[in-house]
């Protein structure tokens, strides 16, 4: 499975845009790249996900490098809500979800 | 997104009995259903992958003889864990996707906690 590593923790200011990054040097080429996050004591939310192409929903914006080794969720305008940890995810061609150790977002007033 | 329910939420059980989890897609069928299990501090980690009809696929690691999966509908699927220790109090959480090529959405957990 390709591993994915992400920066332990990061903070960022209300109201500001959070960029979480991710690399994923050893992605496939039919694996896709899966962000969700965990809010404490819950089961994972589901953000995006992308293949190759930049991706935007009502939550968050993908952006994939074009080499796909890498990747950064975007949350154009944070809130107290979005702290939470947020996993980076190559997804095999099984489906399989392998989870890493995450970024933990502290979004402070 | 689609709503993915277990139940119960959090359970105390004595050591040495069994407790069943549930989880239920609420709004979809569920080809394949995922069972994880997380200790305090640390990442989820993948216990074992169900598809409806089939036996459990179960992770290095994971005794499936503790770890009885069972996934009889497109909606449902069952984690027991047998002969409960203090060691086996964790938050377990399920996914189920509707097929390969969708994403795959959580439960809200359950915390265990043996005695």
């Known amino acids: 499975d390709a591993k994915t590593t992400q920066p332990p923790s990061m903070d960022c200011a209300e109201g500001r845009a959070a960029n979480l990054p991710c690399n994923h040097s050893?992605?496939?080429?039919?694996?896709?790249v899966y962000w969700y996050r965990q809010i404490h004591s819950q089961g994972p939310q589901y953000i995006i996900h992308g293949l190759k192409n930049n991706e935007t929903n009502e939550m968050a914006s993908l952006i994939i490098t074009e080499d796909r080794k890498s990747s950064t969720l975007i949350l154009p305008h944070a809130t107290l809500r979005d702290t939470a940890v947020y996993y980076c995810i190559v997804r095999t061609s099984y489906g399989k979800l392998t989870f890493g150790q995450g970024t933990i977002l502290t979004v402070h007033p | 997104g689609a709503v993915v329910s277990q139940h119960p939420s959090w359970v105390i059980c004595k050591s040495g009995t069994s407790v069943k989890i549930e989880c239920r897609s609420l709004?979809?069928?569920?080809?394949?259903m995922f069972w994880y299990r997380q200790f305090p501090k640390q990442s989820l980690m993948l216990m074992a992958t169900s598809n409806e009809g089939s036996k459990a696929t179960y992770e290095q690691g994971v005794e499936k003889d503790k770890f009885l999966i069972n996934h009889a509908s497109l909606t449902l699927s069952t984690l027991t864990v047998t002969s409960a220790h203090p060691e086996d109090s964790s938050f377990y959480i399920c996914?189920?996707?509707?097929?390969?090529?969708?994403?795959?959405?959580f439960g809200q957990g359950t915390r265990l906690t043996v005695v």
């Open positions: 709004d979809f069928q569920a080809t394949t």
């Open positions: 996914s189920a996707r509707k097929d390969r090529g969708t994403e795959a959405f």
């Open positions: 050893t992605i496939s080429g039919n694996e896709y």
